[in-house]
């Protein structure tokens, strides 16, 4: 076998591993779907951030609870504050990139919402802030992490926490948590229409 087949197969291999070896998850994974069922019922909204290509996930996860997953329902609510080009770039150079959801999360967040902040390497200190202030707010925070969940492990109410320190393979993992979060949360509110 021709040896770069076999190194395209051992990453798929690798992935498909991590993967599976996420399954120990699934009561935190639960946990988080259950804070933004409530949260929504509620009338509450779900804000999410994160950097480079958990910024991209956080837009993804907004367009899934906005738009529909699988099913026709109706919107629900959730923002990506990545999204704002003009917010994220005044507030970087007028204050510093560190403050970026920190602030927004001081103008957006009210108590009762849920703030999901992602990061692979559980060190962000954008989203650390961001998710602090949230929490002063009244917010419920949920850290979608890598790296052993580094300091955001310890200031969220639920941590979601990939065993690796591959940020692609950790990405891909988040991925997989998130469509499954989009899945049951959808579900719950097809069903209570």
């Known amino acids: ?5 076999k190194e395209i197969e051992s990453l798929f291999k690798s992935s498909a591993f991590l993967i599976s070896k996420s399954m120990k998850l699934s009561p935190n994974i639960l946990k988080s779907i ?7 019922s509620q009338g509450n909204k779900i804000i999410i951030f994160g950097n480079g290509g958990s910024a991209a996930d956080a837009q993804h996860i907004a367009a899934e609870l ?3 997953f699988k099913h026709e329902r109706k919107s629900l609510p959730a923002i990506a504050l990545s999204t704002d080009s003009s917010i994220v770039t005044s507030l970087s150079n007028d204050y510093s990139f560190d403050i970026i959801f920190k602030r927004q999360c001081e103008g957006l ?7 999901i902040g992602i990061s692979t390497s559980g060190n962000s200190k954008n989203v650390e802030n961001g998710l602090l202030t949230a929490k002063k707010m009244g917010a419920k925070t949920i850290a979608m992490l890598g790296n052993k969940g580094g300091s955001i ?3 969220v109410d639920l941590p979601i926490i990939v065993d690796s320190s591959s940020t692609s ?6 991925r997989v948590i998130y ?15």
Request: hydrophobic share 40%; charged share 35%.
């Open 1 to 5: 076998m021709d040896e770069k087949i």
């Open 34 to 40: 259950k804070i933004i069922q409530i949260s929504i």
């Open 66 to 68: 906005i738009g529909r």
């Open 109 to 115: 967040v009210k108590s009762g919402d849920v703030v």
């Open 153 to 155: 492990k310890k200031i």
């Open 169 to 174: 393979q950790i990405q891909e993992v988040h």
């Open 179 to 193: 469509h499954i979060i989009c899945e049951h949360v959808e579900k719950y509110f097809k069903m209570n229409d």
